[in-house]
């Protein structure tokens, strides 16, 4: 039996792929942190947190996954290559428009993550510059730092000190969690087989299996 690549990956085929793509809870886990960003600020303008959350939807649910399927198939989908380049074209376009957007209301501030955004999703997920990003600390500025700044700016039009703390927990929590996630991708992505035994103190040997 294949092993799926994972743990929420269905069955391969159909509409079942882009459920695999979206990765649910890694985007459920993006968007918490946009929710949090945004609650931090003083106000909370319903509206510009609908929008926040919606954006990253698109940009990381979407765009991100598509272009990292696209580039060496991680989740073993079926899904045609141009259809995931037109999703990640059409769903990272559509976060920028909602940014510019966002911008006209907010102001100037918001701008340098409406430029800075769309570099992270396509230089990340497509391993660019030497795949300089792809690593464990790109995941977790990328993917924890930036979403809480950009909804805490996009609710209070500035930085704060609680908006940089939330930052830096959130970049130290997608450290732990790549640190534990990256050995299961391992197992799932690329092993067929092991073998051996796990020995404890007290003499007694658990073989080791799938």
Not at 105 to 120: A, D, K, N, S
């Amino acid at each position: 039996m294949e092993l799926r690549p994972a743990y929420y990956a269905a069955a391969r085929g159909g509409i079942r792929d882009w459920w695999t793509l979206l990765h649910p809870p890694y985007t459920a886990w993006n968007l918490g942190y946009v929710v949090l960003g945004a609650c931090l600020a003083p106000h909370v303008r319903l509206d510009r947190l609908i929008a926040s959350v919606f954006g990253f939807f698109l940009a990381v649910g979407i765009g991100a996954h598509a272009l990292d399927e696209l580039h060496g198939r991680p989740l073993r989908t079926r899904i045609p290559s141009w259809a995931l380049v037109t999703a990640a074209a059409v769903s990272t376009a559509g976060a920028v428009g909602l940014g510019l957007a966002g911008a006209v209301r907010v102001g100037w501030t918001l701008v340098p993550f409406l430029v800075v955004g769309p570099i992270l999703v396509v230089a990340y997920n497509a391993e660019l510059f030497g795949g300089v990003l792809h690593n464990d600390w790109g995941f977790a500025v990328s993917w924890g730092a930036f979403p809480v700044l950009t909804a805490y700016v996009a609710q209070a039009q500035s930085l704060s000190a609680a908006a940089i703390l939330a930052a830096a927990a959130t970049t130290a929590f997608s450290l732990a969690q790549r640190a534990l996630s990256t050995p299961a991708r391992h197992l799932r992505r690329r092993v067929t087989e092991v073998e051996g035994a796990m020995s404890t103190a007290d003499g007694a040997a658990t073989a080791i299996d799938r």
